[in-house]
């Protein structure tokens, strides 16, 4: 077998052409196994940050807008779509037919793109498509991206002049950044679901990012132990309440809950508002329907468990509490469990994704992601003691289990458990998880 050569012999130009050739060796075999995958890269991302000198680091940050905005501007004239569907290499003068655009724009807008490989430039000013523009034409994300780029990025360009006007105050309430944004430096009436409402092509595009995002997310008792949190305890009976999934849309999670345990006495009951419940095409029978307003005094009590997913995050403090007391009202000391499925930060070292989710809701909708501690606050704050935070890792969502003050059903110093891994790309990626439909003119949450 051929030994390796001794590195001390090598120059630094042949020992990076050496690692080069290790690391192709090694990414094939990282891509047959997630978690070496993120590991990896998580190394060549820390290589990468060890490598790039600060002045690089900033000289990137400061262009970092351009690329979302010349790939939208293809989207908007076409070509992407016309290169990712072409069977073979497009020129700029076959893509100045198809998208009406001129020749030399199209040109400009393709460099930044086939450097970062969106693109490839097979001859001459001559396109080919890649996995990333490829991936980038999936209705989810092609929706996802013109979506938050006509939103979010516009509302961010307005965050430092926002949060100036305001005197740099915490962002708790609307009219926030979008409402100053859509309003061209003046608080506009529009919030987002009107704005969408009053766009329909951008409310197709908002609807096919977040379908997208709920068709492959995990259960929280695929994460989690349903037999801890809400089974053990439980009354044996057909007509006692189980769960009530609160703002949970068509019933993807209450339908899949009772279909995973078909066998467990109780009845499962979706609440939404009256327009959402109303329009559900298909449901499994044995999942109630409810119109409901969680801004309303809840209706159903005495329920084992009142679960919420990805609600809290869209909502300032303040009408998270009203949320939280109107569930409180109907839940029975002893009994009754509130379980929330949202992110828990930790309270230093936010992974990326999360933390630039956190700053999408609060530009979009003034809502916020939070911390363990601002969890333990808001919870006190309505009438809960936290049972545990059940949590998988830093980058994936968890749940917070409560019951009412006093309860001590559990130990109540919330210890925090661990639970299985989740598998990659499972965990929510986008921000609400709300889909918007629009029916009869009007916009409803899904």
Avoid at 42 to 65: D, F, Y
Avoid at 372 to 394: C, M, N, Y
């Amino acid at each position: 077998m051929q030994q390796p050569p001794r590195m001390e012999l090598l120059t630094i130009h042949e020992r990076i052409g050496f690692f080069q050739n290790c690391f192709k060796l090694l990414t094939a075999e990282a891509t047959q196994d997630e978690y070496a995958r993120k590991e990896l890269l998580g190394v060549v991302m820390n290589a990468m940050a060890t490598l790039e000198t600060p002045a690089e680091t900033i000289v990137r940050m400061m262009h970092s807008p351009i690329v979302p905005s010349v790939l939208t501007a293809l989207i908007k004239m076409g070509a992407l779509q016309a290169i990712v569907k072409s069977k073979a290499p497009m020129t700029v003068m076959q893509l100045a037919t198809v998208t009406g655009a001129d020749e030399l724009l199209i040109v400009r807008l393709m460099r930044p793109l086939v450097a970062l490989r969106f693109f490839l430039e097979t001859d001459v000013k001559t396109y080919a498509s890649t996995p990333i523009s490829q991936m980038l034409t999936a209705p989810n994300f092609l929706g996802g991206f013109q979506f938050l780029s006509a939103g979010a990025t516009k509302c961010l360009a307005y965050l430092p002049d926002y949060l100036a006007l305001t005197g740099f105050k915490s962002v708790d309430s609307v009219p926030g950044p979008f409402e100053y944004a859509m309003g061209a430096n003046e608080y506009g009436e529009q919030g987002m679901y009107e704005w969408l409402t009053s766009d329909p092509p951008m409310l197709a595009n908002f609807i096919a990012f977040m379908s997208g995002r709920r068709a492959h997310r995990k259960q929280w008792y695929e994460m989690f132990p349903a037999d801890q949190i809400i089974l053990e305890g439980a009354r044996n009976d057909d007509d006692a309440i189980l769960l009530v999934d609160i703002g949970g849309g068509e019933g993807r999670d209450a339908e899949s809950f009772r279909t995973k345990f078909s066998d467990v006495p109780g009845r499962v009951i979706l609440q939404d508002l009256p327009e959402v419940i109303n329009n559900i095409e298909k449901l499994d029978d044995r999942v109630m329907r409810m119109g409901h307003d969680f801004f309303m005094p809840q209706p159903v009590k005495d329920a084992r468990a009142y679960y919420f997913r990805n609600v809290f995050h869209n909502w300032p403090d303040v009408d998270c509490l009203k949320i939280l007391e109107n569930t409180a009202s109907a839940m029975k000391k002893g009994h009754s469990k509130l379980l929330m499925f949202e992110w828990i930060f930790p309270e230093r070292d936010v992974p990326l994704f999360p933390s630039l989710l956190d700053i999408n809701l609060m530009v979009l909708l003034s809502g916020m992601e939070r911390t363990e501690s601002q969890w333990r606050i808001l919870l006190d704050s309505a009438g809960f003691e936290i049972v545990k935070f059940w949590k998988t890792s830093p980058d994936t969502e968890g749940m917070i289990e409560a019951v009412l003050k006093g309860e001590n059903e559990k130990d109540t110093d919330a210890m925090t458990e661990a639970a299985p891994k989740m598998e990659n790309g499972e965990a929510t990626a986008g921000m609400a998880e709300l889909v918007l439909k629009m029916e009869n003119g009007k916009l409803v949450d899904l």
